[in-house]
T-cell receptor, first 111, second 115 residues
Framework: SQQGEEDPQALSIQEGENATMNCSYKTSINNLQWYRQNSGRGLVHLILIRSNEREKHSGRLRVTLDTSKKSSSLLITASRAADTASYFCATPTGANSKLTFGKGITLSVRP | GAGVSQSPSNKVTEKGKDVELRCDPISGHTALYWYRQSLGQGLEFLIYFQGNSAPDKSGLPSDRFSAERTGGSVSTLTIQRTQQEDSAVYLC?????????????FGPGTRLTVL
């Protein structure tokens, strides 16, 4: 079953614009993570935000977390064509931290 | 250092055949995960290994699926009597410790196609 649900499912923007992606989840979490996937292959870890954090930055990435609404957003500023990829939110569940992923957002950045 | 590697990168097999997928985790990582990504189901957890503890097999979809991790390092995922619905990308990930917060490092995946 899916823990996270991202929206929109697909996003197309012009290079230089900002991209905002949202994720909602159902159960209480310790942290929430965002991953990127290029061409349907390996996942690259982007950023992790803990449940006691509200906002976190990493380069052009900004992640927010609202535990009262069970939602998170990922903002990519000044997008580049190389940002074109699928983005997933994921939450660890259980004692073994297995990740439960959302369905993903397909981001296309037009040059 | 080297990341997580998986082999083969692509595998095409006929329905009913057995397949073995291999994962080499990052050296020193004690936790190893297998996930599957398919069009219909998205990304799903399959199985988890941590040190010498009994694996968490709760995500395996049927008894045709099994996995081993020898010597706490390399892992092999075996699918017996493959079916067309097994077609997917199989992803392996490893982490240093399964202690929150935890970052999992993923391999490039094996794309399995069952004809």
């Amino acid at each position: 079953s899916q823990q996270g649900e991202e929206d929109p499912q697909a996003l197309s923007i012009q290079e230089g614009e900002n991209a905002t992606m949202n994720c909602s989840y159902k159960t209480s979490i310790n942290n929430l993570q965002w991953y990127r996937q290029n061409s349907g292959r390996g996942l690259v870890h982007l950023i992790l935000i803990r449940s006691n954090e509200r906002e976190k930055h990493s380069g052009r990435l900004r992640v927010t977390l609202d535990t009262s609404k069970k939602s998170s957003s990922l903002l990519i500023t000044a997008s580049r064509a190389a940002d074109t990829a699928s983005y997933f939110c994921a939450t660890p569940t259980g004692a073994n931290s297995k990740l439960t992923f959302g369905k993903g957002i397909t981001l296309s950045v037009r040059p | 250092g080297a990341g997580v590697s998986q082999s083969p990168s692509n595998k095409v097999t006929e329905k009913g055949k057995d397949v073995e997928l291999r994962c080499d985790p990052i050296s020193g990582h004690t936790a190893l995960y297998w996930y599957r990504q398919s069009l219909g189901q998205g990304l799903e957890f399959l199985i988890y290994f941590q040190g010498n503890s009994a694996p968490d097999k709760s995500g395996l979809p049927s008894d045709r699926f099994s996995a081993e991790r020898t010597g706490g390092s390399v892992s092999t995922l075996t699918i017996q009597r493959t079916q067309q619905e097994d077609s997917a990308v199989y992803l392996c990930a490893s982490s240093l410790l399964a202690v929150l917060p935890d970052t999992q490092y993923f391999g490039p995946g094996t794309r399995l196609t069952v004809l």
